[in-house]
């Protein structure tokens, strides 16, 4: 009997599934595990025979219940790998279980490499591109738009080739489709010669990026900053295309800075800062000196990514990029008079407008401000009062990050909200995608 349709024991059908962050639980009816694109689409058709939800799963990086489900829980470990490779067209073509990190490593043997990409390398291709994970880029948009060419699993079994050329209403909304519209079977990318990056990591005050921010964005590729809550100093990040050659941090650089201050001690500072709430204003103004400046080359993967082992929880608004810097003085004056106690770092990045329905950039040149809590740390107050502030500049929320809004907000903020649930309505009317925070959302 196929991987797809032979149910799990007894126990592993009444496993609870939960996510990285800890945020979601979920108890489906049954697992499945399809091994090809067909055994998906009978595991498709069988579950809405039997009245049952279908859910994919992929590493469980969301902070919402987006992947959660009571019905069919689609694992696609075993749909990985890369299909092809075409060096004429510069594309390709991966199965959507295939984690980021693998694809990254996959891509850089054959001296490829994809042009942007969020932070982590974690994900899964398809999770990461169905809930909108991007990374910071003047030009360079989310790794959703780089997309030309996507094969969906549809409600009722079918299985579809979306693109440009084919079934274009769908490619335009599918690209992020949070899951609503079908199951991603495969994603095909735009890739081109690997190419080398210079890193500058440099400490900064809060007003004089901010002052800066248009300057700082307008003249390098990737920009991004950290400001550090309770003190008025930041971390800022500069990449832009080098000519080489490589220099990659030294092995004992790498380690102090990526593993020892920002995952060892951070771990360390922001465990204490839960226990002794007191101490996080000072362990802040320690740890926002603590990073020095430094300067490095290498290939994009391994300037854009870095590893981030201490667990929190996380809202991310997309906003104007003109009502950005308003907004994040807005933040730092309200944390300041506040009794609130942040550990976390806010961060900032940025993204061109870009032409998918549900992009948090559809439609506009876009910055993002995200703010983060310790895991096990109370964050309702913070993160309420930070979701004030971002929706009164008509912010866009992540879809894969916490927050409460829900589909007559997005209606108002998404233009072409309208044509995605309509979408919506002619592929899946029976809902055999939904779940619950896909009817707040998305609506009914």
């Known amino acids: 009997m196929s991987g797809t349709l032979r149910a799990l024991g007894s126990r592993s059908e009444k496993d609870t599934w939960r996510n990285w962050a800890g945020t979601v639980a ?16 009978e595991t498709v058709r069988s579950a809405a025979r039997e009245g049952l939800r279908v859910k994919t799963v992929g590493s469980g990086h969301s902070f919402t219940s987006i992947a959660a489900t009571d019905g069919v829980l689609v694992r696609p470990d075993l749909l990985t790998g890369i299909r092809r490779i075409d060096r004429r067209a510069m594309t390709v073509t991966v199965e959507s279980g295939t984690p980021l990190k693998r694809l990254n490593v996959a891509l850089a043997r054959e001296g490829l490499s994809l042009t942007n ?23 360079s948009a989310s790794i959703a738009a780089q997309i030309r060419e996507l094969e969906l699993v549809t409600a009722d079994g079918r299985v579809l ?18 899951g609503a519209l079908g199951v991603v079977s495969a994603l095909t990318f735009a890739v081109e010669p690997v190419f080398l990056l210079t890193a500058r990591e440099e400490p900064m005050t809060f007003d004089r990026v901010t002052a800066d921010f248009e300057a700082l964005h307008a003249e390098n590729e990737h920009f991004e900053f950290y400001w550090f809550p309770h003190t008025g100093n930041c971390n800022t ?7 080489g050659p490589a220099a990659p941090p030294g092995r004992v650089s790498a380690f102090v800075e990526d593993e020892l201050l920002s995952n060892g001690l951070f771990q360390v500072v922001n465990s204490l800062g839960r226990a002794v709430p ?48 308003g907004a994040l003085r807005e933040l730092k004056a309200m944390v300041d008079r506040s009794p609130l106690r942040v550990s976390f770092p806010v961060e900032v ?12 950039a559809s439609g506009r040149d876009t910055a993002y401000i995200a703010v983060h809590m310790y895991k096990g740390t109370p964050y309702r107050s913070y993160f309420t009062a930070a979701e004030r502030i971002m929706t009164a500049h008509g912010g866009r929320p992540h879809w894969g990050k916490l927050h409460t809004r829900d589909a007559a907000y ?35």
Request: net charge positive; aromatic share 8%.
């Open 410 to 444: 997005f209606a108002e903020v998404y233009p072409r909200f309208g044509e995605f649930t309509a979408l919506r309505d002619r592929l899946d009317p029976d809902r055999v995608f939904g779940n619950d925070y896909l009817r707040r959302v998305l609506g009914a």
């Open 117 to 139: 990409m969020g932070d982590i390398m974690e994900q899964t291709v398809a999770g990461a591109t169905s809930t909108g994970t991007h990374g910071t880029g003047r030009d």
């Open 349 to 360: 990045r940025t993204a061109p407008a870009d032409d998918i329905a549900l992009s948090t």
């Open 237 to 243: 990040k500069r990449n832009n295309r080098s000519a």
């Open 161 to 178: 080739t979306c693109s440009v050329k084919e079934n274009p209403e769908i490619f335009a909304a599918a690209r992020i489709g949070l």
């Open 26 to 41: 979920a108890r489906p009816v049954r697992e499945a595990r399809p091994a090809s694109v067909e055994e998906l689409a």
């Open 278 to 325: 007191a101490t996080v204003p000072a362990i802040a103004r320690v740890a926002s000196r603590a990073l020095s400046a430094r300067t490095y080359t290498d290939i994009p993967y391994k300037v854009f990514t870095s590893p981030r082992r201490v667990r929190f929880v996380e809202m991310e608004y997309a906003l104007p990029r003109e009502a950005a810097v």
